[in-house]
């Protein structure tokens, strides 16, 4: 059985702000670090130890929100932002921009997926994942064959 979905875009900001979200998730360890600038507080009392530690951390999530905006930005990244219609199977995922134009993408590419209470969204990299929400789908059954694949796959529990 093949999944069609209907056409569908990715907001940029929808883009932009689940990406942020990744990064910080699976880089949780740089809020111990600015904790520990923070404790600086107690080797020398100075505000400064917290402030800069507050402004280490701004600057951190800064720097990723700025090179999230920037991929939405650049010319190579825009068939990523157009609208684009799906086909999944058990072998592949293709990201179809019209009848003629495709891109396979094969299930080991896919790091790991995860169920939201509105889309599946199935993550390549920190910055690269694909957002399906299930309004795109035609059917509940074929929303119910893309969690089954993803429970074949071991990629959602």
Same mark, same amino acid.
């Given at each position: 059985?093949?999944?069609?979905?209907?056409?569908?875009?990715?907001?940029?900001?929808?883009?932009?702000?689940?990406? $942020?979200?990744?990064? #910080?998730?699976?880089?949780?360890?740089?809020?111990?670090?600015?904790?520990? %600038?923070?404790?600086? *507080?107690?080797?020398?009392?100075?505000?400064?130890? !917290?402030?800069?530690?507050? %402004?280490? *951390? +701004? #600057?951190?999530?800064?720097?990723? +929100? !700025?090179?999230?905006?920037?991929?939405?930005?650049?010319?190579?990244?825009?068939?990523?932002?157009?609208?684009?219609?799906?086909?999944?199977?058990?072998?592949?995922?293709?990201?179809?921009?019209?009848?003629?134009?495709?891109? =396979? !993408?094969?299930?080991?590419?896919?790091?790991? +997926?995860? /169920?939201?209470?509105? +889309? *599946?969204?199935? *993550?390549?990299?920190?910055?690269?994942? !694909?957002? $399906? =929400?299930?309004? %795109?789908?035609?059917?509940?059954?074929?929303?119910?064959?893309?969690?089954? %694949?993803?429970?074949?796959?071991?990629?959602? /529990?």
């Amino acid at each position: 059985m093949i999944v069609k979905t209907k056409k569908y875009q990715l907001p940029t900001g929808t883009y932009i702000k689940m990406a $942020l979200i990744n990064v #910080l998730k699976e880089q949780w360890w740089v809020i111990p670090i600015a904790l520990v %600038i923070m404790c600086g *507080y107690f080797w020398i009392a100075s505000i400064w130890w !917290i402030i800069g530690g507050l %402004i280490a *951390y +701004a #600057l951190y999530v800064l720097f990723w +929100a !700025i090179q999230f905006t920037g991929v939405t930005q650049m010319e190579q990244n825009k068939v990523i932002f157009d609208k684009m219609a799906y086909e999944i199977d058990s072998r592949q995922i293709l990201m179809k921009i019209n009848t003629k134009q495709g891109m =396979p !993408i094969q299930w080991n590419m896919i790091k790991n +997926a995860e /169920k939201r209470k509105d +889309a *599946y969204v199935l *993550y390549m990299s920190k910055a690269q994942f !694909i957002h $399906l =929400p299930f309004r %795109i789908f035609n059917s509940e059954n074929e929303r119910k064959f893309m969690e089954t %694949i993803l429970k074949r796959k071991e990629l959602i /529990k």
